[in-house]
């Protein structure tokens, strides 16, 4: 299928921001964004990349109403020659099928995704900011259309992309974050939609992290669903603790998001010749660590900020202190070492990073 290409006119091109240190995140986008339509007699037609504008539905559309949405995060890097880099875009198409499947959604053909990806961010380079930390956010969503009361499975479903400048996480140096331990709230339980980015996931974690933020936490750590025992994952993030000799991160079991970040921190660290194992771990075998001192430090994974030092955690009524509440020299190395990857600083021995200009 060609991705027909309607260029939006020049005055009404959206000034690009020229501060990079106020971009933020997901509050600019670009002047295009790609589009392309499903229906269960003809499959996926009409791929076009055109001006960014309003999308309509039907009110009825089944997406408003039982919650058929999934999307992806994945970001484009700019190098110091004026390259334009991907990291592993592939592994979020894999988990966006998956999502797909689970929700009972078409998939997406692997090559289509990536040639919208390409031509979407080459077309809209100009935006894509250069310093340092910066990037251009890509967000592939996808939801059904279908109008029509009643749960059913949609026949029809649109799948967009928007891409948008975004802000170093980090701009001033590693900030350790305050983490909720949430007893009383989950995010999802095994057999459930866990492992998708599926939009209901988001809205069943707001009131747990309104909470962990009143009482001045940065982020919730989930727990468990069932025995509210073995951590999860902390916000939109995957979690990683060192212990001893030993990188300890919760195993794929259905209700945690298969990380990308999290993928390439397990693979980097092997490669150093780190044990890393994807095994349960209870608030009591930390907690226990802690006591004990062999608690080295713990991080969240995630493409937003790489990796994301924790310092204190609030667990049934008490704070624990965290490596002193300093970032940990793996977090750093981690985190230094990945970053370099994805702007093409260093060589890339694990094939993750894509040129596409
Ligand atoms: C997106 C996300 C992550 C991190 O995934 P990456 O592919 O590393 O960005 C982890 N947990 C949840 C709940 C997420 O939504």
Not at 85 to 105: D, G, T, V
Request: contains cysteine.
């Amino acid at each position: 299928m060609e991705i027909r290409i309607t260029k939006i006119t020049p005055e009404k091109r959206k000034p690009i921001p020229t501060d990079e240190s106020q971009l933020g995140f997901g509050k600019k986008f670009t002047d295009h964004f790609f589009n392309m339509k499903y229906h269960e007699d003809r499959g996926w037609y009409d791929p076009v990349i055109e001006p960014y504008r309003d999308i309509s539905l039907d009110p009825t559309a089944l997406c408003l109403h039982y919650g058929q949405l999934i999307f992806e995060g994945l970001k484009a890097y700019h190098g110091k020659g004026g390259e334009i880099y991907l990291f592993r875009p592939l592994e979020n198409l894999k988990r966006m099928n998956a999502s797909a499947e689970r929700l009972c959604m078409p998939t997406v053909d692997p090559d289509l995704f990536l040639e919208a990806i390409k031509k979407l961010v080459i077309l809209d380079k100009q935006w894509l900011p250069k310093g340092q930390g910066t990037s251009l956010y890509i967000r592939p969503t996808m939801i059904a259309t279908e109008a029509a009361l009643g749960v059913h499975e949609a026949n029809a479903y649109l799948f967009f992309i928007v891409i948008g400048p975004v802000g170093a996480y980090y701009t001033e140096g590693f900030s350790p974050t305050k983490i909720y331990v949430s007893e009383d709230y989950v995010r999802s339980v095994k057999g459930g939609i866990g492992y998708c980015k599926a939009a209901g996931n988001y809205a069943a974690s707001l009131y747990a992290s309104k909470i962990a933020m009143k009482k001045g936490y940065t982020q919730v750590l989930w727990l468990d669903a069932v025995e509210r025992k073995y951590v999860e994952e902390v916000g939109t993030s995957n979690i990683f603790f060192r212990i001893g000799d030993e990188l300890i991160t919760s195993p794929l079991t259905g209700s945690i998001l298969p990380g990308v970040t999290r993928d390439s921190v397990i693979q980097m660290a092997r490669s150093w010749g780190m044990q890393v194992s994807e095994r349960p771990l209870s608030m009591d075998e930390i907690l226990a660590a802690l006591t004990k001192g062999t608690l080295r430090e713990a991080f969240a994974s995630g493409t937003a900020a790489i990796v994301s030092p924790v310092g204190q955690m609030f667990y049934k009524g008490t704070d624990h202190i965290i490596n002193e509440g300093k970032i940990g020299s793996l977090t750093e190395r981690l985190y230094n070492e990945i970053l370099q990857i994805q702007y093409g600083e260093k060589e890339d021995p694990f094939g993750w990073r894509i040129r596409i200009h």
